[in-house]
């Protein structure tokens, strides 16, 4: 009898069949629906709240926040939880022994496995970002008839009105608002190899999302404090300096990916900045990946 | 640890060296576009702990939480309760100084609507008995003063803002600061193109600016003959009334010659005089420049002593 | 020719997870080969270290010390599994795909193309028997039904080594008695085995070779016949003997001055005994001085 298989040392083949995998077990899941139904809630909801502020383009930015909130959770929380169990559950259930005497070297099974949740995300994201274009522009546009037919109608405040139209004009969906959802996305897979690195290496589930949450948390928030501290002093010390250095090695600067509220404001990043940005997010990727790599190829299972 | 762990995390304390001086660039370049901007240009100490404390609390919610903050004082101000209302702006404010709307809204709040509902202008009972009721109006209007000055510290050019501060200086402030008013409105126009709402405020102000009579004029005719031109968002019919009777005014106190001035005849401003006489009362009127109008008109229609408003 | 498998002198070491940092030897100095197309057994009490021979065998572990091969190829290279199917003991897959997903999971994994893996996991579950349950999910397969999609899934990419821990564990008598005839069909299309078990009548039955293993040792090994022969002995089958010429074989034997007939009857399994005597420590003079009759 003849062998079937081809061998390669890498096959993007093999990767895809493990990520489609991970994608059919977390889609299978029920938690995925549940953060799907959230974010669905919070974009109705933004709908029908917005009839309770005075300002038409108040109205924009009210669904702009809830639905970049909704979508900054599910990826925060589906990044962390999701990839948290992701080898440990294989390692647990021992579907890794079948898997890995496959000829399936173990970084391609990492990998896939990566890609196969954060497929998940940027795939949910996707969607999410499309219904909010999509409710954005139908709302402007609604708004903008009414704002429109008022002056049209020769209403008192015409001036005022024109103004109202310009702002509406500028609030409806950009491509500034699509920087802030990928960085959203990029923050998730951050998030997302770095707790893959961490569930390497840790003995339970929670562990790994009480450290995640805990870099997440921490690598958010360190960089505002630093600055904080470095404009209100005059200096620091050198003892603090060096804690502050050793802080910035371990964590993730998770702020430098956090465009959602600037972006809400009106302002727009320019596309080089942009692109800088999501070279850091792949490094962080890539490196945190290799690390994992480095702890998994040499694990015992 | 195994030699796989030592691996690992010379790897990431090796990305760290590598990585920590480009994010500190990414950073300021973030801030070189007006990204990240957390601290407080010139602010209290006070105001800046507030503000640490909320972006550290908060990480990247902070928009999302201005919003969740507005509208609960929204609900408080459905309620009239607006105690609420301004320290939830406050909150507000303080979560997304970047977004002027707020400033302007939260103003808006408290030198309009809370000064109204204190000085009982939309209830029936007549609250201005209850002496205190004056001193909140009072303070509202103060509130929403600092509004404002805090969001232009945060936006000095902001069009919203600076047409606030103008109307606030007029119709708020006793007295009112005209020269303060127009050149509030001087900076709105620099904020958007053809600002035709500013620039008339602008020259309306500047006409009661003591020495800036003769600037004022000569922009309260441009403005004229651009509406005569039919070259103007408002329609002749809607033309605001003190936009003539300043006009005027300035013509009788530059003792403009009669062949100079602008051509408008004495039915209009007659018609225009009772049209606005009926609905005002000097004793509810905060528009300093609606009782200066009327004192205008009587004064150019020769209105006799007896049947003029008794201010 | 290069042999299926080979392991030199494996000693494998684990650290058990405690205070003071103790170790257990799951494996010492054990070495074995099997040829090409043979059938080996490897039995041994539980914790012998069978699995974890096994699993460095896959490379799922690093050996402590010595090496393992499969085909010539190094274990802790991933193109030695390129020949190998593994089913483990218990095995358990992902609950959410149904028989038909997980065999074309591990079969793209394989290395296969779509076609063939379609045309590979027909027969595999007509071979196993599951042909009835094909798009039902696994979380509603029974541990029989697992263990042989396990089976299948070994053998999606058609190796030529397939390495079995505990083949019949939880399967019925039926099922068991499938996978004993699946077994020795490996052997007429030459592909070799490694199999540990614990029913060791079933061993006898298909192996052509067995190891005994006790406390991570191989302590002995050979042929099946070889180690069933008890040297000093001779076992003498008749067919259709008539009490009389029992009698005259006895009368016989009591003529000679040496022999003995210790027994006279049908013959039974000694690879449990052999498998008892190997594993309790015993010293080797009661060998063969067995009173059952
Ligand atoms: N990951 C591990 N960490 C620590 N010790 C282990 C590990 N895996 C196995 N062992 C130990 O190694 C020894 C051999 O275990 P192994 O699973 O190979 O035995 P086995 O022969 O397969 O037994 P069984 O018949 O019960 O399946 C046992 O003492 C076991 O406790
Ligand atoms: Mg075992």
């Known amino acids: 009898m003849h062998n079937l298989a081809v061998y390669r040392h890498f096959s993007p083949a093999r990767v895809g069949v493990l990520a489609r995998n991970t994608l059919t077990q977390l889609v299978r899941m029920r938690a995925f629906y549940f953060l799907l139904i959230f974010s669905v809630i919070v974009l109705v909801s933004a709908l029908l709240i917005q009839n309770f502020t005075f300002d038409p383009a108040r109205q924009l930015k009210i669904m702009k926040d809830m639905s970049f909130f909704a979508m900054s959770m599910f990826g925060t929380i589906f990044a962390i939880v999701a990839t948290a169990n992701l080898i440990p559950k294989d390692v647990e259930d021992r579907t890794l022994y079948t898997i890995l005497a496959k000829p399936v070297p173990r970084f391609e099974y990492l990998l896939g496995k990566y890609l196969g949740a954060m497929l998940v995300i940027v795939l949910s994201m996707a969607v999410m970002m499309l219904m909010l274009c999509v409710v954005l522009y139908l709302r402007q546009q609604a708004l903008l008839t009414e704002q429109q037919a008022l002056l049209d109608a020769g209403a008192p405040h015409a001036e005022e009105i024109a103004v109202v139209i310009d702002e ?55 960089p505002v404090v630093v600055d904080y501290w470095r404009g209100s002093m005059e200096s620091l010390g050198s003892f603090a300096n060096a804690c502050i250095h050793v802080v910035e090695l371990i964590f993730p600067n998770f702020q430098s990916f956090n465009l959602v509220d600037d972006v809400v404001s009106g302002k727009t990043l320019p596309l080089s900045l942009f692109f800088k940005i999501l070279g850091m997010g792949l490094s962080y990727v890539v490196v945190y990946l290799l690390a994992a790599y480095f702890i998994f190829a040499d694990k015992e299972l | 640890m195994t030699k796989a762990r030592w691996i690992a995390c010379a790897v990431l304390v090796a990305f760290g060296v590598i ?29 800046q702990l507030g503000q640490l404390g909320a972006a550290a609390a908060l990480g990247g919610f902070r928009s999302f939480l201005a919003t969740m903050f507005e509208l609960n004082a929204i609900a408080a101000y459905r309620e009239s309760d607006y105690a609420n209302v301004e320290t939830r702006y406050q909150l507000v404010t303080q979560l997304q100084p970047s977004e002027s709307g707020y400033w302007e809204t939260a103003a808006w709040m408290m ?105 004022a004029y000569v922009k309260l005719r441009a403005i004229a003959e651009r509406l005569v031109r039919g070259d103007y968002p408002i329609p002749l019919d809607q033309i605001p009334a003190s936009l003539i009777l300043h006009m005027r005014y300035l013509e009788e106190y530059l003792k403009i010659a009669e062949d100079d001035r602008f051509p408008i005849n004495l039915d209009v401003l007659r018609r225009l005089y009772a049209r606005l006489r009926p609905g005002f009362d000097p004793a509810t009127n905060t528009d300093e420049r609606h009782a200066h109008v009327l004192r205008r008109l009587e004064d150019v229609l020769a209105i006799p002593e007896g049947d003029r408003i008794r201010f | 020719m290069e042999p299926a498998v080979r392991i030199d002198h494996l000693t494998k070491v684990f650290k058990v997870p405690s205070l003071k940092g103790q170790r257990v030897t799951a494996v010492s100095d054990l070495s074995l080969q099997v ?149 020795l069909k490996f052997r007429e299309d030459g592909i070799s085995v490694i199999l540990s078990s614990h029913l060791l009548e079933q061993v006898q039955e298909v192996c052509d070779r067995v190891g005994i293993i006790f406390q991570g040792k191989l302590c002995r090994e050979g042929p099946m016949e070889a180690l069933m022969a008890i040297e000093d002995q001779t076992e003498i089958l008749l067919e259709r003997a008539s009490p009389e010429l029992i009698a005259r074989v006895k009368a016989l034997v009591d003529e000679d001055a040496q022999a003995s007939l210790l027994r006279a009857g049908h013959p039974r399994t000694t690879l449990e005994r052999l498998f008892l005597e190997e594993t309790s420590g015993e010293s080797p003079d009661t060998r063969g001085g067995s009173q059952d009759a």
């Open chain 2, 111 to 215: 030198d309009s609507n809370a000064r109204r509902f204190y000085l009982g202008m939309d209830n029936e009972v007549d609250v201005k008995a209850q002496g205190k009721r004056g001193l909140l109006a009072q303070r509202a209007v103060e509130r929403g003063r600092r509004f404002l000055d805090d969001g232009l510290r945060y936006h000095p050019g902001d069009y919203k803002l600076q047409i606030a501060l103008g109307n606030h200086l007029v119709e708020r402030q006793r007295p009112a600061d005209f020269c303060g008013a127009a050149e509030a409105f001087a900076k709105a126009i620099e904020a958007r193109d053809d600002a035709t709402l500013p620039t008339r405020h602008h020259a309306l102000n500047l006409a009661l600016c003591p020495g800036h009579e003769r600037e």
């Open chain 3, 35 to 183: 040829a090409p197309g043979e059938i080996y057994g490897l039995i041994g009490p539980n914790g012998s270290g069978k699995s974890t021979t096994m699993k460095v065998l896959l490379g799922l572990i690093a050996p402590t010390k010595g090496t393992t091969a499969v085909f010539g190829q190094d274990s802790r290279k991933v193109r030695s599994r390129v020949d190998v199917g593994f089913l483990p003991e218990n095995p358990y897959f992902y609950k959410f795909l149904t028989a038909e997903e997980t065999l074309h999971f591990y079969g793209r994994l394989g290395g296969l193309r779509k076609r063939a893996i379609r045309e590979r996991s027909k027969e595999l579950l007509a071979l196993v028997g599951l042909e009835h349950a094909r798009d039902r999910r696994l979380s509603g397969y029974s541990k029989g039904m697992l263990q042989r999609i396990g089976l299948a899934q070994a053998l999606i990419q058609r190796p030529r080594l397939v390495v079995l821990d505990e083949p019949t564990a939880g399967v019925d008598p039926a099922g068991s008695r499938k996978i004993r005839d699946l077994i």
């Open chain 1, 168 to 222: 509406l004009k500028a609030d409806g969906p950009s491509t500034s608002l699509i920087t802030a959802a990928a960085a959203i996305c990029l923050q998730a897979m951050v998030l997302g190899a770095v707790t893959l690195f961490v569930s390497t290496f840790a003995s339970s589930g929670l562990f790994t999302v009480v450290v995640a949450f805990m870099l997440f948390f921490v690598g958010y928030i360190e």
């Open chain 2, 19 to 47: 990585r920590i001086p480009i994010e500190d660039r990414l950073a300021a370049d973030l801030k070189a576009h007006q990204f990240h901007e957390m601290t407080i240009p010139d602010g209290s100490m006070r105001e």
